[in-house]
Antibody, heavy 119, light 106 residues
Framework: QVQLQESGPGLVKPSGTLSLTCAVS?????????WSWVRQPPGKGLEWIGE???????HYNPSLESRGTISVDSSKNQFSLKLTSVTAADTAVYYC????????????WGQGTLVTVSS | DIQMTQSPSSLSASVGDRVTITCRAS??????LNWFQQKPGKAPKVLIY???SLQSGVPSRFSGGGSGTDFTLTISSLQPEDFATYYC?????????FGQGTKVEI
């Protein structure tokens, strides 16, 4: 059974760059699945950030205004998120998730990691 | 973007009740509709995918229906562990979008 685990700094300064990594175990990132990031501000709903395929193809949420980059490191079986020019509005729990390549639904999730943007 | 609108935003129910949550898409999404359950401090968990397919391991009291723009999630007999927030999500196109959530309370 695939497992996903997010890691990265829990505190980022305003105007800085948020960097997170999702380690995949029990499955291969070079599969027919997409790999995605979803976030949830405290007390609010879920927002899709973007997704990547092992080939490097990516899709992003336009609401990020081109601040986000998702990349894959197949040698380490992990994928990453970078979000630049962060503000307090980017404070959220960040989840990584696997997207079933056939039915296109989030079938496995990491436990989530809280990232706070504050000076 | 495709907007997803859930109703109600919250509801109060009792153990044993039949509960139905609706989700409406702003554009046609065929059957690319998924339902998730989220409990406080936990990651979302998929219940239903492709509008009506029950995810492996999910109790059969959960069912989904609909296609096109209107969808439902039904819990046939509410159990204590079902008190949570439920989200619909479309996977017809990017950006993938979620409904605002429905909180099911006692």
């Amino acid at each position: 059974q695939v497992q996903l685990q997010e890691s990265g700094p829990g505190l980022v300064k305003p105007s800085g760059t948020l960097s997170l990594t999702c380690a995949v175990s029990g499955g291969f990132i070079r599969s027919s699945n997409w790999w995605s990031w979803v976030r949830q501000p405290p007390g609010k709903g879920l927002e899709w950030i973007g997704e990547t395929f092992h080939s490097g193809s990516t899709h992003y949420n336009p609401s990020l205004e081109s601040r986000g980059t998702i990349s894959v490191d197949s040698s380490k079986n992990q994928f990453s998120l970078k979000l630049t020019s962060v503000t307090a509005a980017d404070t959220a729990v960040y989840y990584c998730a696997r997207v079933d390549g056939d039915k296109l639904y989030f079938d496995s999730w990491g436990q989530g990691t809280l990232v706070t943007v504050s000076s | 973007d495709i907007q997803m609108t859930q109703s109600p935003s919250s509801l109060s129910a009792s153990v044993g009740d039949r509960v139905t949550i609706t989700c409406r898409a702003s554009h046609y999404i065929r059957s690319y509709l998924n339902w998730f359950q989220q409990k406080p401090g936990k990651a979302p968990k998929v219940l239903i995918y492709a509008a009506s397919s029950l995810q492996s391991g999910v109790p059969s009291r959960f069912s989904g229906g609909g296609s096109g723009t209107d969808f439902t999630l039904t819990i046939s007999s509410l159990q204590p562990e079902d008190f949570a927030t439920y989200y619909c999500q479309q996977s017809y196109s990017t950006p993938r979008t979620f409904g605002q959530g429905t909180k099911v309370e006692i």
